[in-house]
């Protein structure tokens, strides 16, 4: 609305000012070297208006001419930078579908077009990552780390390439240097803190940690949680050099994360020591309901030195009592009672648990038969069971198990990887035995030998883990220790020490309900024929998918030419053929 105001005042404008123009009297003389012009003002005003619009005109050509070469050669390199764009584009769409031998021939043409392009270079090292040159990768990288603009994306790419060359003082030289360079870089930061983890520099890997956090790199808590993984580990170090060191370092690693498990029992121990039961107590009881754990057990057990084997089981009552119900209390409430020659509270916590046993179990009921009955016998099948039991949780950290708690993982460097699971390999399978099909369960069932009797222990066996080994001999019981088993399938051949006598036979009417339907059925309604029945054979029992053998002699596949199938005709031949049909 503003602007169409505007329009017209200029047009009223523009008009006025001819009109006063053309209203002003008198005549314009030029006189130059004896030639006289005359014209009226309004003339002279249109005629000087030409001449400034044509000396305009033939300034823009005179202009257009003279910047004629430079836009020509703007609009030539305008060409082929759209052409190297594409190209790098296509390139990276070939190198995303693993298309290397196109990707290489798009980073040429990106090459001849866009050489100074950035993305020309990256493209030229993932493509030659993807064909395995590793010689052409790190020269695009190392041209990308020279320049001031793709410097980080270089040394990525050199980074990466020092670690498939496993060569770890490069990659850290490397990473360094790109965290100099800009300190909020992840995976610089990352790689510096699990290399200085892996030396055991924990002071570095302490400043590592804070400089990520000054940076927002990482939030509060998780800060806090490695912070004190950090300084457990340092505490740990610590203890055998510097004990008053080790106890100032690990309370603060017990304040920064309470449910700790190798931190809080390394500060109830200190706390012991200096006769402070109470606060060593309080530290084992936080750590213990967030995650129970043996090692917690056993401080908590051992907190005041001098205690009976009674009081240390009242003590691991009092703990156990706090996360009810859990396999870790009644293992440690049986260790005590074993100690405090309690034997039948030791049965009796561990009864819920003796179905389907872990390793621990197993050895605590072999340690009790042996201990208070002098069973050899029970206690070899239980120790037998043991072999074959399920694992017990252990430190594990990407598929690493360990038997005692480390800061970062060997596997992949993360830090405080270690957690206390069971391994996945020592997992129950989800899917028991194969099952049968009806045809083996009817062939089963005409077999003489599926009608005998089967012993109890051969019934538990057949139903554990499909994955379950060989039942060891007692020789190789002997040599091996229980802890370190690794089958994973319960209930041994062994444990049937006393079975009960095989039930009495049942009657013929139950044998006839519970026999499985046959596999053939007579025809009733076809009558029986009165031939002479075959003699007695073998005959031979096929599943019936399988089409057999042909017993005639078999054919010369060169003997006759093979039959050709006759197409039918096409157009009104094909449609008198069907009418003659």
């Keep these: 609305m503003y602007r169409i105001i505007l329009f017209l005042l200029l047009v009223a404008l523009a008009a006025w000012g001819a009109a006063w123009v053309a209203d002003q009297p008198g005549d314009i003389v030029l006189s130059w070297n004896g030639w006289r012009a005359h014209a009226t003002l309004p003339v002279f005003a249109l005629g000087l208006g030409i001449a400034i619009v044509a000396a305009l005109m033939v300034w823009s050509i005179l202009r257009g001419l003279w910047r004629l070469p430079e836009r020509i050669r703007k609009a030539g390199r305008e060409r082929r930078h759209a052409r190297g764009r594409h190209a790098i584009t296509q390139g990276l769409l070939a190198i995303g579908h693993g298309?290397?031998?196109?990707?290489?021939?798009?980073?040429?043409?990106?090459?001849?077009?866009?050489?100074?392009?950035?993305?020309?270079?990256?493209?030229?090292?993932?493509?030659?990552?993807?064909?395995?040159?590793?010689?052409?990768?790190?020269?695009?990288?190392?041209?990308?780390?020279?320049?001031?603009?793709?410097?980080?994306?270089?040394?990525?790419?050199?980074?990466?390439?020092?670690?498939?060359?496993?060569?770890?003082?490069?990659?850290?030289?490397?990473?360094?240097?790109?965290?100099?360079?800009?300190?909020?870089?992840?995976?610089?930061?990352?790689?510096?803190?699990?290399?200085?983890?892996?030396?055991?520099?924990?002071?570095?890997?302490?400043?590592?940690?804070?400089?990520?956090?000054?940076?927002?790199?990482?939030?509060?808590?998780?800060?806090?949680?490695?912070?004190?993984?950090?300084?457990?580990?340092?505490?740990?170090?610590?203890?055998k050099l510097d004990r008053d060191q080790s106890r100032e370092v690990v309370m603060e690693a017990t304040k920064l994360a309470p449910t700790l498990v190798p931190a809080a029992v390394l500060a109830a121990r200190f706390q012991s020591e200096a006769h402070q039961i109470r606060r060593a107590m309080r530290i084992l009881e936080a750590a213990w309901v967030a995650q129970p754990h043996p090692d917690l057990a056993d401080a908590y057990a051992h907190v005041k030195l001098g205690d009976s084997a009674r009081q240390r089981l009242v003590r691991v009552e009092t703990l156990a009592a706090k996360v009810p119900g859990h396999l870790e209390g009644a293992l440690a409430i049986a260790r005590a009672a074993i100690d405090a020659s309690e034997f039948g509270k030791a049965r009796e916590v561990l009864g819920s648990f003796v179905d389907a046993p872990t390793q621990r179990v197993a050895m605590l009921m072999a340690e009790i038969e042996r201990s208070e009955h002098g069973d050899s016998g029970k206690a070899r099948a239980w120790t037998m069971r043991a072999v074959r039991a399920m694992h017990d949780p252990v430190w594990t950290a990407d598929g690493y198990v360990s038997d005692q708690w480390r800061p970062v993982s060997p596997v992949s460097g993360r830090l405080d990887a270690f957690q206390w699971q069971t391994p996945v390999a020592a997992l129950p399978s989800t899917s028991g035995a194969v099952e049968p099909s009806p045809f083996e369960q009817a062939m089963l069932a005409a077999s003489p030998q599926a009608a005998e009797p089967v012993g109890e222990a051969e019934d538990v066996v057949a139903t554990e883990q499909d994955n379950a080994p060989a039942s060891p001999t007692a020789a190789d019981v002997a040599s091996s220790p229980p802890a370190a088993a690794t089958a994973a399938a319960p209930a041994p051949a062994a444990e049937a020490v006393a079975l009960p006598p095989p039930p009495a036979a049942p009657p013929a009417a139950a044998q006839a309900a519970h026999q499985p339907a046959?596999?053939?059925?007579?025809?009733?309604?076809?009558?029986?024929?009165?031939?002479?029945?075959?003699?007695?054979?073998?005959?031979?029992?096929?599943?019936?998918?399988?089409?057999?053998?042909?017993?005639?002699?078999?054919?010369?596949?060169?003997?006759?030419?093979?039959?050709?199938?006759?197409?039918?005709?096409?157009?009104?031949?094909?449609?008198l053929s069907r009418m003659r049909g």
């Excluded at 009165?530 to 073998?538: F, Q, R, T, Y």
């Excluded at 053998?549 to 005709?569: K, L, S």
Aim: hydrophobic share 45%; glycine share 8%.
């Design 518 to 575: 046959p596999l053939f059925r007579a025809r009733t309604d076809i009558p029986a024929s009165g031939e002479k029945p075959a003699p007695a054979i073998i005959p031979i029992v096929r599943p019936p998918d399988d089409p057999g053998v042909d017993d005639g002699a078999e054919p010369d596949e060169f003997a006759e030419a093979p039959h050709q199938a006759r197409g039918q005709a096409s157009g009104w031949r094909g449609f």
């Design 99 to 239: 298309d290397s031998a196109a990707a290489r021939l798009h980073a040429d043409v990106a090459r001849r077009h866009a050489g100074g392009d950035p993305l020309t270079l990256l493209l030229h090292a993932q493509s030659a990552q993807l064909e395995g040159n590793r010689e052409a990768a790190r020269a695009a990288f190392e041209a990308m780390a020279a320049r001031e603009d793709t410097r980080l994306l270089g040394l990525r790419g050199l980074f990466i390439e020092a670690q498939r060359a496993d060569d770890v003082v490069a990659a850290v030289g490397i990473a360094e240097e790109a965290l100099k360079i800009q300190p909020s870089s992840t995976w610089a930061s990352q790689a510096v803190l699990g290399f200085r983890c892996a030396k055991g520099d924990w002071v570095g890997a302490l400043a590592i940690l804070e400089a990520d956090f000054a940076a927002g790199l990482i939030n509060r808590d998780t800060y806090r949680r490695q912070r004190g993984v950090l300084l457990t580990a340092r505490a740990l170090e610590l203890e």
